[in-house]
Nanobody, 123 residues
Framework: QVQVVESGGGLVQPGGSLRLSCAAS????????MGWYRQAPGKQRELVAA???????NYADSVKGRFTISRDNFKNTVWLQMNSLKPEDTAVYYC?????????????????WGQGTQVTVSS
């Protein structure tokens, strides 16, 4: 079992900043990638940013230059620094973790999601 817990959401004015945190724990053999997705009301869940174990990152075009994803491989933790926030960034943000775990003597891949944290950008 792998648990994923997010924190750091809240209400912020346009132009403000927030920092989201996500920690994965449990029976983790290796983490391949960690990322952040978001889902606004009436819209599909979309990738915001992701980072692989080697440090490679990718971002949605809408957040490039404003958001920064970072990771601590030893602590299985990922952060999303969000600057210059806009009302259209309002959504529930979910942490996603892909890796491998043990099932008895075997190794299997897993994908786990956090429960989500609300980010609201409004004046």
């Amino acid at each position: 079992q792998v648990q994923v817990v997010e924190s750091g959401g809240g209400l912020v004015q346009p132009g403000g900043s927030l920092r989201l945190s996500c920690a994965a724990s449990g029976s983790i053999r290796r983490i391949y990638a960690m990322g952040w997705y978001r889902q606004a009301p009436g819209k599909q869940r979309e990738l915001v940013a992701a980072i692989r174990s080697g440090g490679n990152t990718n971002y949605a075009d809408s957040v490039k230059g404003r958001f920064t994803i970072s990771r601590d491989n030893f602590k299985n933790t990922v952060w999303l620094q969000m600057n210059s926030l806009k009302p259209e960034d309002t959504a529930v943000y979910y942490c996603n973790v892909n890796g491998s775990t043990w099932m008895g003597s075997a190794v299997r891949d897993f994908e786990s999601w956090g429960q989500g944290t609300q980010v609201t950008v409004s004046s």
